[in-house]
């Protein structure tokens, strides 16, 4: 199945604005840097749509455009404990049996539990919603400390700003890394988080990383990438012992350092890979990895494709 080119979100009464500010920002408009989507937020039928922040909606679609839509999202809502509309359910599941790529962010989640659609797979919401969705639908294998968890056509997500990891998610998965990565630079967020929800329960962790000497020495990691970049050298630099810097770097980056290297080595394998033609051993290189066995190996974990397959379904080079 081609890539989705058309997005509805659902937005029911009550909707999360921060949800609604989320896939507006990601998969609307991005100026002509950027291919754009047809996108629409949709209600059960069009007028003013009530919000969790009590300023109204005017949506002019209503659930016939989940109808049309490749990627259908159903949005937050404050209301969540109670079961959406029938035609909200019968919407749903239309759409999944047509095709439709079906996701859900935050208690979106428990939209499509109500309409079967999570009976069976593995799926997230927020956690602190995490047994509540266990004791409503026990069919659904929840796991609360996942950022997003994809089961194919239907992809469910983390709450609150995870909302962005799980778009981008579904970004990187149809249509490359380069989109995904461009996005991300034009809204001002990594393009891919290591870890769950649990790093988030006791305190946040900024991603913008405020501590001004780890910040010049993951500046200076993500320039010298191809080289082996040892912790020991990490710390060297930060002027830091290795359990010091292990502490003050997953303090503020939610992660580990061997976590967050592999992290950026994949997405500048997965860049080189879209976006030139470069022999897959020289792409390896250029990203760190001793030989293009170790890449294969590290990309078929963690991507779950070879690198070669990869770029023959995202390749944009010339």
């Not at 859900?104 to 079967?116: Q, R, S």
């Not at 990891?165 to 490359?176: A, F, I, K, T, Y």
Request: aromatic share 6%.
């Amino acid at each position: 199945m081609a890539p989705f080119t058309t997005v509805a979100a659902y937005a029911p009464p009550g909707v999360g604005m921060l949800a609604v500010g989320i896939v507006t920002e990601v998969f609307g408009p991005h100026g002509e840097a950027l291919p754009g989507f047809d996108f629409a937020l949709c209600a059960d039928r069009p007028g003013p749509v009530p919000t969790d922040l009590g300023v109204p909606l005017a949506l002019t679609h209503g659930l016939d455009r989940l109808a049309s839509a490749d990627l259908v999202i159903a949005l937050p809502w404050a209301g969540f404990r109670t079961p959406p509309a029938p035609a909200v359910l019968d919407a749903l599941t239309a759409a999944h049996a047509r095709g439709a790529l079906v996701a859900a962010h935050c208690v979106g989640a428990f939209a499509l539990a109500a309409a079967g659609l999570l009976d069976g797979r593995r799926a997230t919401t927020h956690w602190r919603f995490a047994d509540l969705l266990t004791r409503r639908h026990p069919r659904v294998a929840v796991e609360p400390d996942a950022l997003y968890v994809d089961e194919g056509r239907v992809v469910t997500g983390a709450g609150a700003a995870a909302g962005f990891d799980l778009c981008l998610h579904l970004l990187r998965r149809e249509h490359g890394a380069a989109m995904a990565n461009a996005v991300a630079r034009d809204v001002v967020l990594p393009s891919h988080r290591d870890g769950g929800q649990a790093q988030y329960l006791a305190a946040p962790v900024p991603e913008d990383c405020r501590d001004e000497r780890l910040a010049e020495v993951l500046a200076w990691a993500r320039e010298n990438l191809h080289e082996p970049l040892p912790v020991a050298e990490l710390a060297r630099r930060a002027l830091m012992s290795k359990r010091s810097f292990a502490r003050r770097f997953a303090a503020a980056t939610g992660t580990t350092p061997h976590a967050w290297l592999r992290s950026l080595r994949l997405s500048g394998a997965e860049e080189l890979l879209e976006t030139t033609d470069l022999p897959v051993e020289e792409v390896a290189r250029r990203v760190g990895y001793g030989s293009a066995a170790v890449l294969r190996e590290q990309f078929v974990r963690r991507r779950g494709v070879p690198p070669r397959s990869y770029r023959r379904s995202f390749t944009n080079a010339p």
